[in-house]
């Protein structure tokens, strides 16, 4: 069986990561004189287009931008995805690799997040979008505070990264659908701030279910160390 580093255990499980094509594409992007950080630093910079399209979009409100903003964040997403496997299975770590693989993360998540509020109709669409981009990087926080505690790593939801990116991907692909259909309901202009509103409730629970199953395994684990040495004793 092969060995596990701490690093490597703490990975987001995803499924994608089996997948043939996606296989495929890691090892053709190990082979080539790309390190993993430069992948890790690409999806900020898909991150920044999308907000420079959403920016626009607000002055200029072109429905085409709207599918710029959702396919940015899926780019982003791949980028997420690859630099950990030409890293890990690649063979291509680096001794700074964990600090590429995080923070850029807390960049590209506030900044995506931000260029939904210029697409929000309600006078509190951008407040929506604040708070939601603000607890998002609270939610990572909690996560890697938990593993510096020597917790496992949690990335449970219900308003993970791959749900929150979900979420605005679809609320995008949304929009721009009700604006290309003159016949569909004309509330579906307030997509992105209903999308904002179970962000904001999705990331309070997520930070708070992380920091309950932090204080959990603490207290099980010093159960745990007070039963040993209990039996120490006997």
Not at 179 to 192: C, D, K, R, V
Not at 202 to 223: P, S, V
């Amino acid at each position: 069986m092969k060995h596990q580093t701490k690093s490597e255990e703490n990975r987001r499980p995803l499924a994608v990561r089996d997948v043939a094509l996606t296989k495929q594409v890691a090892v053709w992007l190990s082979q080539k004189q790309i390190t993993p950080n430069q992948i890790s630093l690409m999806s900020i910079v898909f991150a920044v287009f999308g907000f420079a399209a959403m920016f626009w979009y607000q002055s200029r409100p072109i429905s085409g931008l709207l599918l710029i903003a959702a396919v940015c964040i899926q780019l982003r997403l791949l980028c997420n995805l690859f630099d950990g496997m030409v890293a890990v299975e690649g063979g291509k770590k680096t001794p700074a690799g964990e600090l590429f693989n995080d923070v850029p993360d807390r960049i590209a998540d506030p900044l995506l997040i931000l260029a939904a509020g210029f697409a929000t109709q309600s006078e509190y669409g951008m407040m929506l979008a604040w708070l939601s981009a603000l607890i998002a990087v609270l939610t990572a926080y909690v996560r890697v505070l938990g593993v510096s505690m020597g917790c496992p790593a949690d990335f449970r939801g219900p308003m993970a990264k791959q749900h929150r990116m979900a979420l605005l991907t679809g609320s995008f692909i949304l929009l721009f659908l009700s604006q290309a259909f003159s016949w569909l309901p004309e509330i579906l202009g307030y997509t992105i701030d209903a999308a904002l509103a179970v962000m904001v409730i999705g990331t309070l629970i997520t930070t708070w279910r992380r920091l309950r199953g932090i204080y959990r395994f603490k207290a099980e684990e010093a159960e745990q160390q007070v039963h040993q040495a209990e039996g120490k004793h006997d």
